[in-house]
């Protein structure tokens, strides 16, 4: 059986064959084999079975048959094929009369398309193919999912309405990052940004300033307050190391006279002019004198020991209170600064929803004149690339490339800018480091 295969003439660039060409066999083409001979002794065509199916031509233009060994089938028309396909089997074989050999194209290698369609890819090429055909098998020209107008008001209210939630939280972000600012510096009031304090810039901006305000004062209080009982514990323990010391030097005073009494009754004993009652009084006294002074002693290292303590409480109440405000103002930092990115890629979305997406969708609408096509062919001096029309026709392995001319948008409007709304300078690890200095 042979099969000849014509294509319309290239009318672009060169691509003009002055006459019908029949098709050319090349690597990922399948034919179908069918081989008979004619035997007069028995009056009865015989089939080769074992031809008699598809085969593909492989990578190497080589086609590789049972009986028949290799045959460089690419650049044949299927007619030559089967000619070559019948001499090599007589030749391999040694038959006196040569098989009739016939063959077919069952299924024709790919052709390709990339560029603004919807599924780009490789397909099955078909006879007869256009450019045209083979963008409407791939799905015609490409539309962003969910460019209708309903589908875009959607997303423009769903991103503004995030916009919305962001740049509240934004607001109250700021606000709390200004009074951990406060509380690290211990300032005695917080110094709002003035974006948070216009009604204009910030309309929303009221109830968080004025939360914050009273967070701050209630948890300046309660520290104020921890602090002024640790301070009027040290104000007990200063008065009554005054008062153990001023009861030791009364102390100290007496035992000086129990001592110099004590040291005249002894000097009158070694005369035997004092008994030994009196000087017994004596030394008692001395003793219970230098053993309460001991006993102050005790009381006031005790006394300063607690003090000390209640310094310490006071340092670390502010130290711990301090570390947590920077933590706490890090973590604000930070979650602001994630924030504007968030800001920022909502905005920008939202537009593209608003004032891109229906100008996108508008150019999807036109015609396929609006766009442009090239095909990517191989030849024998290599691939060649020229411009071609809807109308063009394509030969198995030609890679279709489609692009849209590009208008410039008109945008009504740019996205609008996040708000700045960080105080003017200062961060926490600035914070920290001037503490350390």
Avoid: C
């Amino acid at each position: 059986m042979l099969h000849r295969f014509a294509f319309a003439p290239l009318l672009l660039l060169g691509w003009l064959p002055a006459h019908a060409a029949e098709y050319r066999l090349g690597p990922q083409d399948k034919v179908r084999l069918i081989v008979f001979e004619w035997r007069a002794s028995r009056a009865e065509t015989y089939s080769w079975a074992a031809l008699n199916t598809e085969f593909t031509i492989g990578a190497s233009g080589q086609l590789s048959l049972p009986l028949v060994g290799n045959i460089d089938a690419e650049g044949m028309t299927p007619e030559q094929l089967g000619n070559a396909v019948s001499e090599q089997l007589q030749k391999r074989l040694g038959l006196v009369e040569r098989p009739v050999a016939a063959a077919e194209v069952s299924r024709y290698r790919p052709f390709y398309i990339t560029g603004d369609v919807a599924n780009p890819g490789e397909f099955p090429f078909r006879p007869g193919l256009t450019v045209l055909q083979a963008v409407a098998i791939a799905g015609g020209a490409y539309r962003p999912l969910g460019a209708t107008a309903a589908g875009l008001e959607r997303d423009a209210t769903l991103a503004r309405g995030d916009l919305r939630v962001m740049r509240a939280e934004q607001v109250s972000l700021t606000a709390k990052q200004a009074r951990l600012k406060a509380e690290a510096d211990d300032q005695a009031r917080i110094d709002f940004p003035k974006d948070l304090l216009n009604p204009i810039a910030a309309p929303e901006a009221g109830d968080a300033v004025r939360e914050e305000q009273l967070i701050f004062e209630s948890r300046r209080n309660s520290v104020s307050s921890k602090i002024e009982n640790l301070t009027q514990g040290k104000v007990l323990l200063d008065k009554e190391v005054a008062a153990l010391n001023a009861k030791d030097a009364g102390l100290e005073r007496q035992l000086t006279l129990a001592l110099s009494e004590r040291d005249n009754v002894r000097a009158l004993a070694s005369k035997g002019l004092a008994i030994g009652t009196r000087q017994l009084t004596t030394e008692q006294t001395v003793a219970q004198m230098e053993t309460a002074r001991l006993d102050i002693g005790i009381a006031r290292v005790r006394a300063e020991q607690e003090r000390a303590r209640l310094e310490r409480n006071i340092l670390e109440l502010r130290d711990q209170r301090r570390a947590e405000i920077l933590i706490e103002l890090r973590q604000v930092e930070a979650k602001l600064n994630e924030l504007r990115e968030r800001i920022v890629t909502a905005d920008r979305l939202a537009f593209n929803a608003e004032v891109s997406g229906p100008e996108a969708e508008e150019a999807t609408r036109e015609s396929t004149a609006n766009l442009q096509f090239k095909i990517v062919r191989a030849e024998a001096a290599g691939a060649a690339t020229r411009d071609a029309s809807d109308s063009t026709p394509l030969e198995p392995g030609d890679i279709v490339q489609v692009r849209r001319r590009r208008a410039p948008l008109t945008r009504a409007s740019q996205p609008m800018a996040s708000q700045n709304l960080a105080p003017r300078s200062g961060s926490a690890r600035a914070i920290a480091d001037a503490a350390t200095q």
